[in-house]
């Protein structure tokens, strides 16, 4: 049961309602701040989920073979009893995305993962790069000098998108459908939807799945070292049904957000900081540390999900088994426990344990990829313009409460 004695002492804490604000959204920090500083993990009693706020708490969570990712042993989720005729909807939803690698506990993501990890080595991120830079150049190429333009739909939307349908073999006439598939399945994220995004979210993940289906069985016969091959292999061996194939695809081919609201948060972060973007124009060496600095400073997402399998205790705190718990990824990366100046932008910082791709078992599978991506672009974009400019206010997203970034980024490039 609850260690009373354990959880802090505060007024009740409306978590839903911050978590919405198109003020929190813009700006977390501050109340990140308040609320780490009454207690490194907090339990909201509307919901009975579990809010991790601590570096240390959430990196021994994210290691602990009590802790998983297995959403089906949510005991409030959507999966429990009389779920599936009290809000079908959430059901189908839910129950047609579960079976991936992300979505998995041992043994089943391990045999998933095994699949692909291969093909995010070191010496295959290597063979990426040409393709990568391709993509990158043509973007930059077509940015318009001295004339104001919308970074994000101009650039940061494109480039992950283009190398992710890439990696599959997927046509460059897709890129307007596949965007408009992602942006509705990554809400699927934010645990609390509205009614219209679930339909949407449903509708856009069948039609997805519908679409891969389509395009493995036209790529049959591809080499086993393609991305696509690896999943027809999987498929046709056995170690993957179809459902689990079709899934995991549509999981790396939809994984780009993280980098797209990294290309944002990165270039909003080195433009309010700019002794530290002429550092980084000054020695591009520290290009590799400036990427781990923006995913620790401004994080691309907010949650981290785990699911109590058994009774955990984390940070003095009892998780009962069946509880959902939720790392605070903004919290986490800036507590002082574990970051020296945790408010200061500092491209050179080292060590930087960010915690953006998670931990343990589940750590991110595209982590590398994300960072070549953005090591890449901005490196592009720091040789190809002499000063990059605010054009106007970014707008940050409002509509989604796990994705953390920018609707609109106006910069002038010179």
């Known amino acids: 049961m609850m260690a009373q004695d354990a959880m802090p002492e505060v007024a009740a804490i409306d978590w839903w309602g911050m978590l919405t604000d198109p003020a929190y959204l813009a700006n977390p920090h501050a109340e990140l701040k308040r609320i780490r500083e009454l207690g490194a993990v907090h339990r909201d009693d509307y919901t009975g989920i579990y809010f991790v706020l601590g570096h240390s708490e959430f990196r021994q969570m994210a290691m602990a073979p009590e802790m998983g990712r297995d959403t089906r042993l949510w005991t409030n989720g959507w999966s429990r009893p009389g779920s599936q005729e009290s809000d079908p909807v959430s059901y189908s939803l839910y129950s047609e995305f579960h079976h991936q690698m ?83 399945l990554i809400k699927i994220g934010d645990i609390l939807m509205p009614a219209d995004q679930k339909r949407d979210a449903l509708a856009a993940l069948r039609a997805y799945k519908a679409y891969l289906k389509g395009h493995l069985e036209a790529c049959q016969g591809q080499s086993g070292d393609s991305f696509i091959g690896l999943a027809a292999a999987a498929l046709a061996d056995g170690t993957m049904n179809e459902d689990e194939t079709l899934n995991n695809l549509l999981g790396l081919v939809s994984g780009n957000e993280t980098t797209v609201t990294l290309l944002g948060n990165g270039m909003l972060s080195l433009l309010r900081n700019p002794a530290e973007f002429q550092k980084l124009r000054s020695n591009p060496e520290l290009m590799r540390p400036a990427i781990e600095e923006m995913l620790r400073y401004e994080p691309s997402i907010n949650f981290i999900l785990r699911v109590a399998i058994r009774d955990y205790t984390c940070g003095g705190v009892s998780v009962p088994a069946g509880s959902l718990a939720i790392g605070l990824v903004g919290a986490i990366n800036r507590d002082p426990a574990r970051f020296e100046h945790p408010d200061t932008f500092d491209i050179a910082r080292q060590p930087n344990a960010q915690s953006i791709f998670g931990g343990g078992p589940h750590v991110c599978i595209g982590a590398a990829l994300a960072r070549l991506e953005a090591q890449t672009a901005f490196g592009a974009l720091l040789r190809r313009f002499e000063r990059i400019e605010l054009a106007g206010e970014p707008v940050w997203w409002s509509d989604r409460t796990n ?9 002038r490039f010179v």
């Open 102 to 184: 992300v979505n998995a506990d041992p043994p089943d993501h391990r045999r998933m993962r095994d699949v692909y990890e291969k093909a995010f080595r070191p010496g295959q991120m290597a063979l990426l790069v040409p393709m990568i830079e391709a993509e990158c150049q043509e973007l930059v190429d077509a940015l318009p000098v001295g004339t104001p333009v919308d970074f994000m739909a101009a650039f940061a939307n494109h480039l992950p998108l283009r190398v992710s349908r890439n990696l599959f073999g997927i046509p460059a006439d897709m890129d307007a459908q596949l965007a408009v598939w992602n942006a509705a």
């Open 403 to 411: 994705q953390r970034g920018l609707q609109s980024l106006p910069l």
